[in-house]
C-alpha cells in the first residue's frame, strides 16, 4: 500500500503545517515558563498549589506539543515519499491533537461551569471574570485535526492497495 501521487503533496503539506503550528505552541509554552515563572522557585516550595499549577503545567504542555509537532514533522518526508508509514504518523498524531484539544475544551467547559455555581452565590465573582481566558490555540489545533480523521475515515481515496 502507498499513498497515491496526486494526494501526497496535500498530505505532507498538512502535516508539515500542523507540525510547524504545534512546535510553535510547545515554544510559546516553553517561554513563558521561562519569562514568567523564574520567581517561582525562590518564593514557593514544591507542594505549594502556585509552583505545581504554574511551573510544571506550562512545563508539560511544551512538552506533548513537541511529541506531536515531531510526529508530524517526522512523517512529513514518508507522506511525500508515498509510504504507509508517513500516512500513520500523520493518523496518530491527529488523535493525540484531538484529544489535547477536546481536553482543554473539557477544562474551560467545567471552569466556565464552576464560575457559574459561584456566581449564583457571590455575583461579585462576576466582574472579575474573563470569558476568553482559558481559549487556547490547541482547541483550534484539535478541531482542525478533524481533517486528518476524515482522511483516514475515506483512505480508499488515499491509498493504492
Known amino acids: 500500500m502507498e499513498i497515491i501521487q496526486s494526494k501526497r503533496s496535500s498530505l505532507s503539506l498538512v502535516a508539515l503545517t500542523f507540525g510547524?503550528?504545534?512546535?510553535?505552541?510547545?515554544?510559546?509554552e516553553f517561554i513563558h515558563v521561562g519569562l514568567e515563572e523564574p520567581?517561582?522557585?525562590?518564593?514557593?516550595?514544591?507542594?505549594?498549589?502556585?509552583?505545581?499549577t504554574s511551573w510544571l503545567d506550562h512545563l508539560?504542555?511544551?512538552?506533548?506539543?513537541?511529541?506531536?509537532?515531531?510526529?508530524?514533522?517526522y512523517g512529513y518526508p514518508k507522506i511525500r515519499?508515498?509510504?504507509?508509514?508517513?500516512?500513520g504518523f500523520l493518523i496518530g498524531a491527529g488523535i493525540l491533537t484531538l484529544g489535547i484539544g477536546m481536553l482543554f475544551i473539557t477544562v474551560w467547559i467545567a471552569n466556565l461551569i464552576d464560575v457559574s455555581l459561584i456566581g449564583i452565590a457571590e455575583p461579585e465573582v462576576w466582574e472579575e471574570f474573563v470569558f476568553t481566558e482559558g481559549i487556547r490555540l490547541e482547541w483550534f489545533i484539535g478541531i482542525?485535526?478533524?481533517?486528518?480523521?476524515?482522511?483516514?475515515?475515506?483512505?480508499?481515496?488515499?491509498l493504492i492497495v
Do not use: C, H, Q
Open 144 to 158: 482542525a485535526s478533524i481533517y486528518i480523521l476524515l482522511v483516514w475515515k475515506n483512505r480508499e481515496r488515499y
Open 39 to 52: 520567581l517561582i522557585f525562590f518564593f514557593s516550595t514544591p507542594g505549594d498549589a502556585v509552583f505545581e
Open 60 to 73: 508539560m504542555k511544551g512538552f506533548v506539543n513537541l511529541l506531536i509537532g515531531a510526529m508530524f514533522i
Open 81 to 87: 515519499e508515498g509510504t504507509l508509514e508517513g500516512f
Open 20 to 28: 510547524i503550528v504545534s512546535i510553535f505552541v510547545s515554544i510559546m
